[in-house]
């Protein structure tokens, strides 16, 4: 069986021999031997600062680091280091290399680096000088003010079998800047931490260091609304501005163990952020993104980069902080390591992983009581998993309610624990009480996607579809990947749509959503009842007799008995369009 692909973002590093033809013509065993000894040299430099050669062909290394500055410093190291080798051999028979350095997406089998960003490492490599290094925008961008580095601007530059052209830089060293007696580490808190250092104005106009120093403000602000994150204020984080710093300098000095750095350039009338997010103690990237803009109003445009940063930022820090809770042993547990645990059982959506991630909820309430994301993982397993059994969900709503309501006792903040109280609320049916939490969640966390889809649900079933429906596109928006998006979100839209007789677009949503997931019972029933409604009587007949079929329990609770949660005459209305798609219960 063929090894499994994964994709990484990474910074690639392609060497390559220049003249090393005309070498092998003058003296066959002289080059291998001087070859080899180069070669010990690159492979002790790339594996000191954890980077990782992925093939070696000939002359040619191709090599990955999880950090630009690890990659860049490595690069610039490694060509010093060979030049001081050279210094005693005659012109002729001195071994240069070219150095291509790119970041970006790849994919890894059995070891090796595949995609698009290897070949542009290599297409760097070919435009490097002997003996110099040749780096992307990208790099350059990423890179910053923490090498002391010089970069010059080669242009735009069409390549081989790469279709837009590449942006080039060729990187000299001045020296890597290291502290000299650093401080000693701050312990890490016990959830996951981030430092936001001040943005890089790489633009020639020295307006846009307000903006630069706008964003990485506004980052803080929005990042310090997640009670589930610990974020470095502004005072601490701006002592790094101007200064050439690494991350895990950074990391260490301010205890933290994620730290998101980036840069801006303007040019004419548009402007360019990236952003990274990295593990400091690794130096891994864990995130990265670009933004390109017209700069218009840079106010508006400001908001906007800065809500999209921290939309990318938080599932990133969760994604990571998952990983590293499944790693460690469970006997070695705490119980913010138990409660990410449990997130990732729960995730998955099976009754036996739902099983286990209510193990290790109730291990992170027993290993700390007044850690209110452990009830708050509780009271969603539970949900999770009286669904399959729609009765279940109704006996279920005491316990939910109970651990919500406890959860924001212990931390009025926690804006998951309010949309999990407005979701048991909401379920039976007390529509003031429901909203209530979920405004009070939406004003701690204005960019958490649950407070946004229950507020969209209460709207909904409320008797307000149409605003409601404008909740839930707020929450896909807020997270497009969430795994729940064609089940719950996608249903809800068509449902949303059905009860604001928009029966046409109501059909569409729903088909969406069982393309994506077809053993999902409750989508069959509003795409039954909107095509009834829309005339579509043969397509319709089917709908309910799967629905039925894949949910015989839940036709029987929604349609015939009925739910606290929904008004009698949105029930009636759904009702009226099962019957005209050919239900005849």
């Keep these: 069986m063929a090894e499994r692909a994964e994709r990484q973002l990474t910074t690639i590093l392609a060497a390559d021999v220049a003249e090393y033809s005309r070498l092998m013509r ?23 600062h954890r980077g990782r050669i992925a093939n070696t062909a000939g002359d040619s290394v191709l090599a990955e680091f999880p950090s630009v500055a690890e990659g860049l410093s490595r690069a610039l190291a490694i060509q010093e280091a060979i030049a001081e080798h050279n210094e005693p051999l005659s012109p002729d028979r001195q071994m240069r290399f070219r150095i291509g350095l790119h970041l970006g997406d790849v994919l890894i089998r059995a070891g090796d680096l595949f995609g698009d960003a290897v070949n542009i490492a290599a297409r760097l490599q070919a435009l490097a000088e002997p003996g110099g ?30 279709a837009e052209p590449v942006h080039v830089f060729h990187a000299i060293a001045t020296g890597v800047v290291q502290p000299s007696n650093p401080p000693p580490a701050l312990s890490l808190p016990d959830k996951p931490s981030v430092a936001v250092l001040p943005f890089t104005n790489m633009s020639v106009d020295p307006e846009q260091e307000f903006f630069a120093d706008g964003i990485g403000e506004d980052v803080i602000t929005a990042l310090s609304r997640y009670p589930s994150l610990f974020v470095i204020p502004r005072n601490s984080c701006f002592t790094y501005k101007g200064r050439s710093v690494d991350v895990k300098q950074v990391g260490r000095e301010l205890g933290v163990r994620y730290v998101l750095e980036g840069s801006l350039r303007k040019s004419g009338d548009r402007i360019r952020v990236t952003a990274q997010l990295v593990e400091a103690e690794s130096g891994k990237h864990v995130w990265a993104e670009r933004y390109d803009h017209d700069l218009a109003d840079i106010f508006a445009l400001q908001d906007e980069i800065t ?19 499944m790693r460690r042993p469970p006997r070695s547990l705490d119980a913010w390591a138990a409660y990410q645990r449990g997130l990732w059982h729960v995730s998955r959506f099976t009754s036996d992983d739902n099983s286990l991630a209510q193990n290790f909820f109730q291990r992170a309430i027993d290993l700390d009581p007044t850690f209110s994301g452990g009830y708050v993982g509780l009271g969603m397993a539970q949900l999770h998993a009286s669904e399959p059994h729609p009765r279940g969900l109704l006996d279920t709503l005491s316990s939910v309610e109970t651990l919500a309501r406890r959860a924001v006792a212990l931390d009025g903040a926690d804006a998951e624990a309010r949309s999990l109280l407005s979701n048991a ?10 909203l209530a939490e979920a405004e009070r969640a939406q004003a701690t966390t204005p960019n958490l996607a649950f407070a946004h889809y229950i507020f969209g649900l209460t709207l909904i079933f409320s008797g307000r579809p149409k605003r409601g429906l404008v909740a839930l596109e707020r929450s896909i928006r807020l997270d497009p990947r969430h795994p729940r998006l064609a089940r719950d979100r996608l249903m809800q839209v068509a449902l949303a749509l059905y009860l604001s007789r928009k029966y046409s677009a109501a059909i569409e949503a729903a088909k969406r959503a069982i393309r994506s997931y077809p053993d999902y019972p409750n989508t069959y029933r509003w795409l039954a009842a909107a095509l009834g409604q829309f005339g579509r009587i043969e397509e319709a007949k089917e709908a309910p007799e799967k629905a039925i079929a894949i949910g015989p329990a839940s036709f029987e609770m929604y349609v015939r008995t009925g739910v606290p949660f929904m008004r009698p005459e949105d029930h009636a209305h759904m009702i009226e369009g099962l019957r005209k798609a050919g239900w005849e219960g």
């Design 133 to 162: 290094v040749c780096v992307s925008a990208a790099v350059r961008e990423h890179a910053g003010t923490r090498l002391a580095a010089i970069f010059t601007d080669a242009g735009s530059q069409l390549v081989k079998n790469i």
């Design 425 to 434: 609320l909401l379920a039976r049916g007390d529509y003031e009480g429901a």
């Design 307 to 325: 809500e999209a940063v921290t939309i990318a930022i938080v599932p990133a820090i969760a994604d990571a902080e998952q990983q590293r809770a």
């Design 26 to 48: 003058a003296n066959e065993d002289g080059t291998l031997a001087l070859l080899t000894a180069c070669r010990t040299i690159l492979d002790a430099l790339i594996a000191k």
